[in-house]
C-alpha cells in the first residue's frame, strides 16, 4: 500500500501530481501543475508556484517560497535556521524559472535569482544574482544563464 501525507490545511492546485511516499505539512500552498517526486519533505507553511518539478528526496522546510516553472533536483536541501538550533527561522526564496540541480544545499535566508541554476552539489551560502550560473563549494558564480543555455543547446544537438 503506498501512502502519502497530505494536511488537510494544505492548499493543492489544480493537475498536481504527487507520487509515493512524500510529506505535505500544515499551510503549503502548491500551484497548479506542479509534480512532486517520491520521498518528498515540504514542511509547513511553503509557498510553491504554479508549474514547479520537485524530484525525489528533496526537503523543502518552513518559510520556503519556491516560484513558477521552477526544477528542484533529487535530494537538494533547503534549509532555514542559519544557527541551528534557534527558534528565530528564515526561509530560502528560489525566485521564477530557476533550476536546483541534484544534492545542492542552500543555506537558510538565501534568495536564487530569476532564471538562475545552482550546479549539482553546490553549497549556496549566499544571494544568487538572476541570470547566473552557479556551482562548488561554496557556490560561486561561473558563467550566465544565457552560456548555460548555449551549451544545453549543443549537448542536445549532439
Same mark, same amino acid.
Given at each position: 500500500?503506498?501512502?502519502?501525507?497530505?494536511? +488537510?490545511?494544505?492548499?493543492?492546485?489544480?493537475? *498536481?501530481?504527487?507520487?509515493?511516499?512524500? !510529506?505535505?505539512?500544515?499551510?503549503?500552498?502548491?500551484?497548479?501543475? *506542479?509534480?512532486?517526486? $517520491?520521498?518528498?519533505?515540504?514542511?509547513?507553511? *511553503?509557498?510553491?508556484? +504554479?508549474?514547479?518539478?520537485?524530484?525525489?528526496?528533496?526537503?523543502?522546510?518552513?518559510?520556503?517560497?519556491?516560484?513558477?516553472?521552477?526544477?528542484?533536483?533529487?535530494?537538494?536541501?533547503?534549509?532555514?535556521?542559519? !544557527?541551528?538550533?534557534?527558534?528565530?527561522?528564515?526561509?530560502?526564496?528560489?525566485?521564477?524559472?530557476?533550476?536546483?540541480?541534484?544534492?545542492?544545499?542552500?543555506?537558510?535566508?538565501?534568495?536564487?535569482?530569476?532564471?538562475?541554476?545552482?550546479?549539482?552539489?553546490?553549497?549556496?551560502?549566499?544571494? *544568487?544574482?538572476?541570470? $547566473?550560473?552557479?556551482?562548488?563549494?561554496?557556490?560561486?558564480?561561473? !558563467?550566465?544563464?544565457?552560456?548555460?543555455?548555449?551549451?544545453?543547446?549543443?549537448?542536445? +544537438?549532439?
Amino acid at each position: 500500500m503506498v501512502t502519502n501525507f497530505i494536511s +488537510e490545511k494544505a492548499k493543492i492546485g489544480q493537475n *498536481v501530481q504527487i507520487w509515493h511516499f512524500s !510529506y505535505v505539512g500544515d499551510d503549503v500552498e502548491i500551484g497548479d501543475n *506542479v509534480k512532486i517526486g $517520491s520521498l518528498v519533505h515540504i514542511d509547513y507553511n *511553503v509557498k510553491i508556484g +504554479e508549474n514547479t518539478k520537485i524530484e525525489g528526496q528533496a526537503y523543502i522546510p518552513p518559510l520556503s517560497r519556491i516560484g513558477k516553472n521552477v526544477f528542484i533536483g533529487p535530494a537538494v536541501i533547503l534549509t532555514n535556521d542559519p !544557527y541551528p538550533m534557534c527558534n528565530k527561522m528564515i526561509g530560502v526564496t528560489i525566485e521564477d524559472n530557476a533550476i536546483i540541480n541534484a544534492r545542492a544545499v542552500i543555506k537558510a535566508g538565501v534568495t536564487i535569482g530569476k532564471n538562475s541554476v545552482v550546479g549539482m552539489g553546490a553549497i549556496v551560502t549566499r544571494d *544568487v544574482p538572476e541570470n $547566473s550560473v552557479v556551482i562548488g563549494s561554496p557556490a560561486t558564480i561561473r !558563467y550566465t544563464r544565457e552560456e548555460y543555455n548555449k551549451k544545453q543547446r549543443a549537448w542536445k +544537438e549532439s
